[in-house]
């Protein structure tokens, strides 16, 4: 029998157990409680002593549990290190959370293994039929599902809630669909304009992603981004894909040739991987997009997240004359102190200050201490989230040097965009201050 057929079999066996298990619960109108057991540090304890110690302590765990249960429950190991453990007819969930308690408290003791002193500690997921599911296979689904909201948690134990799935399975199944659609072209880029309000004159855009599913509806660049962000290889296709798109329609628009720059948002992931600075330059050249109209936006949190290695990227892309931007400024915790160190070249004030800066007093001070602290700096100020005409002559006034906004264009895509403006790139709107 191959490895395959072997797993294949074993399984089946196990859920024929359940399964019969289920329907002696069913008929006697009972609830059943699966617990699976996974040994944290099992994998560790083979490499370095070897399978045998780790097959020992499988068996004396095994021995342990049967010493705590009742003749009625079923022990069966379902996976290297996990457990499944059926407790039919328990009287009520608080029963189970009792077993699985008790089950944990037999790892306090060390497992004694050829006169070593080894310790293993253990998590534990738990789901109840008929309360959670009805039918085996779909039981040991939420029981692992439970088991996995509580490693991700950190907790020991937790029983299966409709959170487990939302917080676990959820994101799995986004990134699945998201990587299908960068590949079936449900993806566009739109594009939002930054004006010069000195100058009332159109001198970037900033580039941002869509994503309408045909399944999920239009979904939201601050939901599916983070989730992309959790696989190396998804962001970096996403990327790719974004960067190859966008600088392809900002050539083929001749805005570069109008001196409108353009904007790209960098996600938090990448400025934790050198590849990106390749990744960049190679579809600039590709596409003809010179540096001095590039710009890269990034948060301040992405930079703190891994301030060392930001800095190392940051500078490479400063040295081949590409402008930083801080996106979101105000958001996050960065101290002057530490950004003087960063070589960026401008600022976007976050929405939240923007739309709020005509009703609060506090927002308006905010904005001109930012507006005053870039100058002082040699600093570009971009204000975005200007929904007003009112908030554009104020931001006008208060001497910021770019405004972009619903008021002056919604995200739009590049082909609208260009008849949007004049032929030689300048603004149709003045500001009438
Ligand atoms: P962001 O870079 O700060 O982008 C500005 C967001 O504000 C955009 O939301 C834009 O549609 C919205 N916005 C523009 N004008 C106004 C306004 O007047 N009022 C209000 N209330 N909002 C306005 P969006 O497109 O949903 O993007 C959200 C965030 O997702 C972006 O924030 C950016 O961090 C990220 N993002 C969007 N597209 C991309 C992309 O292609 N790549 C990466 N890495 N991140 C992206
Ligand atoms: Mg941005
Ligand atoms: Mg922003």
């Known amino acids: 029998m191959s490895t395959n057929l072997a797993i294949h079999h074993e399984r089946t066996l196990y859920l024929d157990e359940l399964g019969k298990s289920i329907a002696s619960c069913g008929a006697d109108n009972k609830r059943l409680a699966l617990l699976i057991v996974n040994i944290d540090q099992l994998w560790d304890i083979t490499i370095t002593y070897g399978y045998k110690v780790g097959d020992m302590i499988l068996g004396q765990f095994v021995e342990r549990m049967e010493g705590i249960l009742r003749d009625a429950d079923r022990i069966v190991q379902i996976g290297e290190s996990d457990f499944a453990v059926m407790l039919p007819a328990v009287m009520n969930q608080g029963h189970a959370t009792l077993a699985a308690n008790k089950i944990l408290g037999l790892l306090d003791e060390p497992f004694i293994i050829e006169d070593q002193y080894l310790n293993v500690d253990a998590k534990i997921g738990i789901a109840f039929f008929p309360d959670h599911a009805e ?213 976007k004030i976050d929405k939240s200050f923007v739309t709020g800066m005509l009703n609060s007093n506090d927002d308006r001070k905010i904005v001109q201490s930012i507006i005053d602290m870039s100058h002082n700096f040699d600093l570009l100020v971009v204000a975005e989230g200007v929904e007003d005409m009112e908030t554009l002559k104020l931001l006008a006034q208060m001497g910021c040097d770019v405004g972009q906004g619903y008021f002056i264009s919604k995200p739009t895509p590049m082909d609208v965009l260009k008849h949007w403006m004049n032929e030689d790139g300048s603004w149709k709107m003045t500001i009438q201050t």
């Not at 999920?216 to 981004?225: A, N, Q, R, T």
């Not at 329609?249 to 805005?255: D, F, L, V």
Request: glycine letters at 4%.
């Open 135 to 347: 039918d085996p296979e779909l039981l040991t689904q939420r029981a692992a599902l439970a088991l996995r909201h509580a490693q991700s948690i950190g907790n020991l134990c937790e029983t299966y809630t409709f959170s487990c799935y939302e917080e676990e399975s959820a994101p799995i199944m986004l990134a699945h669909e998201f990587r299908n659609a960068i590949k079936s072209d449900e993806l566009k880029m739109v594009y939002q304009p930054q004006v010069n309000l000195q100058e009332e004159k159109v001198c970037g855009v900033e580039a941002l992603v869509r994503w309408t599913s045909p399944t999920l509806g239009v979904m939201s660049p601050e939901i599916f981004i983070p989730v992309a962000e959790k696989s190396r290889d998804l962001m970096s296709f996403f990327t790719t894909w974004t960067l190859n798109t966008t600088m392809r329609h900002y050539i083929e628009s001749g805005m570069h040739a109008n001196g409108v720059k353009l904007s790209v948002n960098l996600s938090a992931a990448l400025l934790n991987d050198a590849e990106i600075v390749d990744t960049i330059l190679t579809t600039m050249s590709i596409w003809g997009v010179e540096p001095e109209n590039l710009v890269l936006e990034v948060t301040e949190s992405s930079i703190m997240a891994h301030p060392e290695k930001s800095l190392h990227i940051l500078k490479k892309f400063d040295d081949v004359g590409i402008t930083l931007s801080i996106d979101d400024f105000g958001t996050g915790y960065s101290s002057l102190a530490y950004l003087r160190k960063l070589p960026v070249k401008e600022l």
